[in-house]
């Protein structure tokens, strides 16, 4: 079993940063991949980033080159740093964890999930 808390969300105004975290405890693995995801009320969960243990990493086109996701492998904590950010990036935001090597962008394709953080941009 894997534990993953995150951590970082708030309310920002629109242009603002926030940089969240995700703590991964438990079975954690060196072979691994962490995901964030984002989800509104209503519609499905989205993927915004990912990176495995050897920090290869990929990116949702909605993101890239607003979010940067980054890995501290001793401390098995994952970062989301959020730049630019716009009223349409409010959201609950989500980590993942699953035991691969690979990027994966898939919801299902990730097995432990935290209990999420909202985020709110304001116009």
């Known amino acids: 079993q894997v534990y993953l808390a995150e951590s970082g969300g708030g309310l920002v105004q629109a242009g603002g940063s926030l940089r969240l975290s995700c703590a991964a405890s438990?079975?954690?693995?060196?072979?691994?991949?962490m995901g964030w995801f984002r989800q509104v009320p209503g519609k499905e969960r989205e993927f915004l980033a990912t990176i495995t243990w050897s920090q290869r990493t990929m990116y949702a086109n909605s993101v890239k080159g607003r979010f940067t996701i980054s890995r501290d492998n001793a401390k098995n904590t994952v970062y989301l740093q959020m730049n630019s950010l716009k009223p349409e990036d409010t959201a609950v935001y989500y980590c993942a964890y699953n035991y691969y090597d690979n990027p994966r962008t898939r919801e299902s394709e990730y097995d432990y999930w935290g209990q999420g953080t909202q985020v709110s941009v304001s116009s």
């Open positions: 438990g079975r954690t693995f060196s072979s691994s991949v």
